[in-house]
């Protein structure tokens, strides 16, 4: 009877063996997945960084379109000999484009 006690525990020890080597199989494969998300997360994290810029520079070349759309609609309406309401706004317009400057001119001597 012991002797088949002790196959039994020969047994249950290999199983076991097979049960951890399993299992470290297992984890070396999870770390190396783990290894690998963390590099691409890296990289999707320099695109995201990379795209983060590309759409603040496209950001200030809407701004200066619009800009430069204002003003070529004032500078058409001045041109076209306008009519009053449309010489009240561009008049408005180029009031308050000076007044944005003298501001700004106001703030940059603060400053200083």
Same mark, same amino acid.
């Given at each position: 009877?012991?002797?088949?006690?002790? $196959? /039994?525990? +020969?047994?249950? !020890? /290999?199983?076991?063996?097979?049960?951890?080597?399993?299992?470290?199989? =297992?984890?070396?494969?999870?770390?190396?997945?783990?290894?690998?998300?963390?590099?691409?997360?890296?990289?999707?994290?320099?695109?995201?960084?990379? @795209?983060? !810029?590309?759409?603040? !520079?496209?950001?200030?070349?809407? =701004?200066?379109?619009?800009? =430069?759309?204002?003003?070529?609609?004032?500078?058409?309406?001045?041109?076209?000999?306008?009519?009053?309401?449309?010489?009240?706004?561009?008049?408005?317009?180029? /009031?308050?484009? !000076? =007044? $944005?400057? /003298?501001?700004?001119?106001?703030? @940059? +001597?603060?400053? $200083?």
């Amino acid at each position: 009877m012991q002797a088949g006690g002790i $196959e /039994d525990f +020969d047994t249950r !020890v /290999d199983n076991l063996e097979v049960l951890v080597s399993g299992i470290e199989q =297992k984890a070396v494969s999870l770390r190396g997945r783990l290894s690998g998300v963390e590099m691409e997360n890296r990289q999707l994290k320099a695109k995201l960084q990379e @795209l983060q !810029v590309s759409l603040e !520079v496209y950001k200030q070349k809407v =701004k200066e379109l619009e800009n =430069k759309n204002s003003i070529l609609k004032v500078s058409g309406s001045l041109n076209r000999n306008p009519g009053r309401q449309e010489s009240q706004k561009a008049r408005a317009f180029i /009031d308050g484009m !000076v =007044k $944005e400057i /003298d501001r700004c001119l106001r703030l @940059l +001597d603060q400053q $200083e």
